[in-house]
């Protein structure tokens, strides 16, 4: 029985890639409200662990609930349906389309066309797009996309965020920007983070969780966790991992 302030539980979850095991065995907790970030040096597992929360892969074993329903058999559409923010390391966006199509589009989903316009107009406003707002997508700079799919997640008002490097090949005054709307959207939603740059984990870490070799390794605050002397060995000590 789901507790009711968590809002995303892994259970017993392991994935398989043929005869290799890339996670074993990982329970986790999300609660309503929280901000989490994951990390781990390169091949630790945490990539594919975001795959399976967000629905773009199947657990080899275990399952995962979300808001109390098990997503393992689910579609990524129907996991969104229920409240669900994913945005990839790659940007999922319409290239072909202008930035402001793309973010009407998504806004239209969660609250149909009468008042799509308005949350769009805002969300421009909100994430310094309007300079762009004509513009096709696929012209942007990529740090420009990055900002509209972040921009396509928050139109929806999802429950629970996915991110998967936010930061990715942002500069320093739009990596500082992106940290200050991770904790603004925390406000009003559970956030969950992977990221390999320290510093801007730094900004925004409320509880890190640590994985190493398939399995979580380390769970605490970012206090906690950079002064643990294993993690220091496997992550810090051997460089940041992607």
């Given at each position: 029985?789901t ?8 259970r ?6 043929g005869?290799v ?5 990982i329970?986790f907790t ?8 994951l990390?781990g040096?390169?091949g630790?597992g945490?990539s ?13 074993e275990?399952?995962i ?21 994913i ?11 202008t ?29 310094g ?21 972040i ?12 991110l998967?490097e936010?930061?990715a090949?942002m500069?320093?005054?739009?990596t500082?920007?992106m940290?200050?709307?991770i904790l603004?959207l925390n ?16 900004r ?10 398939g ?9 906690q966790?950079?002064?643990d002397p294993?993690?220091?060995?496997v992550y ?7």
């Amino acid at each position: 029985m789901t507790q009711p302030d968590i809002i995303l539980e892994a259970r017993g979850v392991g994935k398989r890639f043929g005869g290799v095991r890339a996670l074993g065995n990982i329970d986790f907790t999300l609660r309503r409200g929280e901000l989490r970030c994951l990390i781990g040096p390169n091949g630790a597992g945490k990539s594919t662990f975001f795959k399976l929360l967000s629905g773009q892969m199947a657990p080899s074993e275990g399952d995962i609930l979300f808001d109390g329903r098990s997503i393992r058999r689910a579609q990524q559409h129907a996991i969104a349906q229920r409240g669900m923010g994913i945005k990839n390391q790659v940007p999922t966006v319409l290239d072909g389309l202008t930035v402001d199509e793309n973010l009407w589009l998504a806004a239209r989903s969660a609250c149909g066309s009468h008042a799509a316009q308005d949350r769009a107009e805002q969300l421009k406003a909100r994430l310094g797009l309007r300079a762009v707002a004509r513009k096709l997508v696929g012209e942007l700079a990529h740090g420009q996309r990055q900002w509209v799919e972040i921009g396509m997640v928050v139109a929806r008002e999802p429950k629970v965020i996915l991110l998967d490097e936010p930061a990715a090949g942002m500069s320093d005054e739009e990596t500082l920007r992106m940290a200050e709307l991770i904790l603004e959207l925390n406000a009003r939603a559970a956030v969950v983070v992977v990221e390999h740059d320290m510093a801007f984990i730094g900004r925004i870490a409320r509880t890190v969780t640590v994985f190493h070799q398939g399995g979580i390794l380390q769970e605490g605050s970012f206090a906690q966790i950079i002064a643990d002397p294993r993690v220091r060995d496997v992550y810090l000590g051997r460089g940041r991992g992607a």
